[in-house]
Structures are given as structure tokens and as C-alpha cells.
């Protein structure tokens, strides 16, 4: 084995590996926005925003940050509990998810990119959509939400250079942690792109917990947090069938990736 995969396997051993009846909920959403074309399928009306967040209310559900979620798991106690995530950090969530979250109680983690304040979904072939400033970033942990990084660029980092990896991880961290006046404690893979020396980069420089999209099944841990997609199709059976679904799918995009 190399000192790399030494590396890779004693921090993944301290970085909570979640066996799969241990693996919380978490619902992964980008925009609440009415949009005209979105071939990559990112946004959801806010009506059915809003639809969704019924339907988990009467599933007995509540939805909470990241964060919470995972304080909670660490205490025994999650039962109940939904993770809600907002990958980029569009302008629309805090226009129209915001409101609807705020009006259930519940709340959410948003994914920032740290370089691209104020700036757009670029990486995208696709319709334009604005991404939150700095003060935008701000009113939202203000509103009870919490502030996660989604890199600094938006950039996959499965196989990404060791001064890239810590530009997109540790930078981002550094920045956003100085943008909020405390320490961030999340990270989402763009893409849901990871590998073991990213898992390690991610928990190496200081975040709590990261969350990804399909997980194989030997990775599952607090730094590979699966997610489930949460789209315009998606009504209230739909959501009860993602609740009572939920393991046997993550097993399932686990096996397969
Ligand atoms: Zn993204």
C-alpha cells in the first residue's frame, strides 16, 4: 500500500463510517424557481416546493440542516428527522424556498461556492441563473440556515491535482468561514464527484461532515453522505415512496456506482 492509501485508509477509519441502517434521509434540491427551460432539470416550482414540504410534514417528518441532522445521529437521535440540502447557493432560495422552509418550521443547509458570489451557474450548459452575494449568503444564516461550501470554483474532485483539491476544499472553507464570522462545518461534492483522497482532503481540513450523491456502499460515512434528488415530478406519493424507499435505493445507486 502506498503512503497515499495509508493515508486514505486511517482517516477514513476516524472519519465515521455509517453502516446502511445508520444512513439518514437527505433530500438534495438546487433551485425553487418557475423557470421557462431546464434541461438538467434543477429547479422546482415553489408551489411544489412547497407540495414537498407538506407532504414530509404529514409523513410525520421534520426537515433540518445538515448540521442538525448530524448532532443528531451522533445522540441517537435522528428518528423523525429529514436532511434538506440546496446544492450552488441560487438567488431563488432564498426568494422562494426560504419562505416555505420558515413556514413549516423546518430548516436547510445551502451549498456556497466560495468564488462565485454574486455570480452565475457558468460550469452549466444552459439557461443563466444568479447565484447569491455575499450579503444574500448572509440573510440566510441569519434566517436560521445553514451555510455550506460547495468548493470554490464548482469543479469535479475525483482525480483533481493536491493544490486544486486544497484551493476547492481548504480555501473555500477559509473564505466562507471568514464571510460568516464562524467555522463552516459542511462540504457537498460538486457533481457528487469523490474519491478517497478527497474524502480525506474534505475531513483533513475541518469540515464535520460532507454530503454526496450516490455512494458506494463501502464509502458510506459522515464524509460521504448519500442524497436523494428531490425534482418538479416528485409529488406527495412520490415523497411517502423516497421515505419508505429511501435505504433499499441508497443500496441500490450504491451497488451500482
Ligand atoms: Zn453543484
Known amino acids: 500500500m502506498t503512503a497515499l492509501g495509508r493515508h486514505a485508509r486511517s482517516s477514513a477509519e476516524a472519519m465515521g463510517r455509517l453502516g446502511l441502517g445508520r444512513v439518514p434521509m437527505i433530500l438534495m434540491y438546487h433551485g ?10 434543477l429547479c422546482v416550482a415553489p408551489s411544489r416546493f412547497g407540495a414537498q414540504m407538506t407532504a414530509l410534514r404529514r409523513l410525520g417528518l421534520r426537515g433540518v440542516a445538515i448540521g442538525t441532522l448530524v448532532d443528531a445521529m451522533r445522540a441517537g437521535r435522528q428518528r423523525g428527522l429529514v436532511g434538506i440540502t440546496f446544492d450552488d447557493g441560487y438567488v431563488n432560495v432564498l426568494e422562494a424556498a426560504l419562505p416555505e422552509l420558515t413556514r413549516h418550521g423546518f430548516t436547510a443547509s445551502v451549498f456556497i461556492i466560495s468564488g462565485r458570489l454574486g455570480g452565475t451557474n457558468e460550469w452549466d450548459e444552459g439557461p443563466s441563473w444568479p447565484l447569491l452575494a455575499a450579503s444574500q449568503v448572509r440573510e440566510l444564516a441569519a434566517a436560521g440556515m445553514e451555510i455550506g461550501s460547495h468548493g470554490t470554483t464548482h469543479v469535479r474532485l475525483a482525480g483533481l491535482k493536491p493544490g486544486e483539491l486544497e484551493t476547492e476544499v481548504a480555501g473555500s472553507r477559509a473564505s466562507l468561514g471568514e464571510l460568516m464570522g ?13 474519491d478517497a483522497t478527497a474524502r480525506c482532503a474534505v475531513h483533513d481540513a475541518g469540515y464535520d461532515y460532507a454530503c454526496a450523491v450516490e455512494t458506494p456502499m463501502s464509502d458510506l460515512g459522515i464524509m460521504a453522505l448519500p442524497r436523494v434528488y428531490v425534482g418538479q415530478q416528485d409529488g406527495a406519493a412520490r415523497m411517502a415512496a423516497k421515505r419508505f424507499l429511501y435505504r433499499g435505493y441508497i443500496a441500490a445507486k450504491g451497488i451500482r456506482s
Open 182 to 194: 464562524k467555522p463552516v462545518r459542511g462540504f457537498a461534492y460538486p457533481y457528487g464527484s469523490m
Open 32 to 41: 425553487v424557481a418557475e423557470v421557462a427551460e431546464d434541461p438538467n432539470q
